[in-house]
């Protein structure tokens, strides 16, 4: 495993660089650039076809500096310099722990005014190159390719703040004994929680900005399980705990061309520093799972890059808006319903045991379902949706 890119470095090459990257925050980042990407792609394609059309805001040019928006660059600037000049100045603290770097108070005050002082300047600059003698009013067309950024951030923070939500919910009593340490750590996400919170966030986003969001869904389900089969080669790479449930079974025959650990898996030098010690090694991720266990994360990310190929291949044969939407859901619930009998979960005690992602998995695809009846009977009326 390689919790880190140092650590990725270090074993591979043999380098000891010192950089203050986990793997798997480096492969959320690449699931974001490449979900932008194909948004981007989707939404031009769109656009092409008439689909989708661009608004018209009246944007005022020409304005000079203001004093509002010089304080806003300020604070931002401080925020920034404050940090970064501390990590600089104390690199290896820095490298080490940076999650507990960035959510404490510590940072350099001289870095902070630096960085506000520079920020205001720019700030500053910028607006006296536009700045006219008399500000304007002037027409201008946003197209929802323009958005493709702005729409994935806000379906990435609110979708992280509903999978630490579910997550949280989920261990509840993680969550009694320590609610601001369980709410603010950068471990354990619901991915089904980041689902429906962000799909939230997304409506009022698209609304906000009149994109038509049955459309918008649908480049959604070729955006989703591309980005979430990225994160979990994130997940199986790092050992971040998204393992499966112990796998003491001979890899079958039929299987034997596959190398031992897409079977089983111990997990050595996981991020999550669970299990035995491993001999005559140094370092934070010294510690390998004692009994082998299912590959969870890769089978996810398998199953995600089939379920965007299928999705793919289709999107341009389905005519009815939300559909290829309603596909998703019922593939992406199938595909986490079933790999949750072979991970490790907390069960509630209903049903004879189930987990929270089989709960929301079935209701994924009851609304899969029903959303392809409905919207095959109103077909007719969704052409503005």
């Known amino acids: 495993m390689y919790p880190t890119l140092s650590e990725f470095f270090k074993q591979v090459f043999g380098l000891d660089i010192p950089l203050p990257i986990q793997t798997y925050g480096f492969f959320v980042a690449m699931a974001f650039i490449t979900g932008i990407w194909v948004l981007t792609k989707e939404f031009k394609r769109k656009e092409k076809e008439g689909i989708l059309k661009p608004v018209k805001k009246k944007v005022r040019v020409g304005e000079g500096p203001k004093t509002k928006d010089l304080v806003i660059a300020g604070i931002i600037g401080f925020a920034l310099g404050y940090k970064l000049l501390y990590a600089v100045l ?13 959510l404490s108070a510590k940072g350099n005050f001289i870095g902070g005014i630096l960085g506000a002082v520079i920020a205001i300047y720019m700030n500053y600059r910028e607006k006296m190159k536009t700045k006219l003698d008399k500000p304007v009013w002037k027409e201008k067309q946003i197209f929802p390719h323009h958005q493709a950024g702005n729409l994935l951030v806000v379906a990435g923070i609110f979708g992280l703040a509903g999978a630490k939500l579910f997550d949280a919910l989920e261990h509840f009593d993680s969550l009694i004994k320590d609610p601001i340490g369980t709410l603010v750590s950068f471990s354990g996400l619901a991915f089904l929680g980041g689902l429906i919170v962000g799909g939230i966030a997304v409506i009022w986003y698209a609304k906000l900005n009149n994109i038509k969001p049955l459309h918008m869904f649908d480049v959604a389900a070729v955006v989703m399980p591309i980005g979430y089969a990225i994160g979990r080669i994130g997940c199986q790479v790092a050992g971040d705990g998204c393992w499966g449930i112990e796998n003491l079974e001979p890899q079958p025959e039929w299987l034997a061309w596959l190398p031992d650990w897409t079977w089983s898996y111990t997990y050595p030098h996981n991020v999550n520093r669970v299990g035995e010690v491993i001999q005559h090694c140094s370092g934070k991720y010294c ?6 266990v299912y590959p969870t994360p890769f089978y996810e990310t398998l199953l995600n890059f089939g379920i965007f190929g299928i999705l793919f291949s289709l999107r341009k044969k389905i005519n009815i808006p939300g559909m290829l939407f309603s596909g998703y859901l019922i593939l992406g619930g199938l595909e986490r319903f079933f790999i949750e009998k072979i991970r490790v979960n907390i069960e509630y005690d209903i049903f004879g045991g189930v987990t929270q992602a089989e709960i929301l998995s079935v209701f994924m695809i009851i609304s899969g379902i029903a959303g392809i009846f409905l919207l095959i009977k109103y077909k007719d009326k969704l052409k503005d949706y």
């Open 90 to 102: 104390e690199y290896t603290d820095f490298a080490l722990n940076p999650q507990e770097f960035l």
């Open 287 to 292: 510690k390998v799972l004692s009994t082998p």
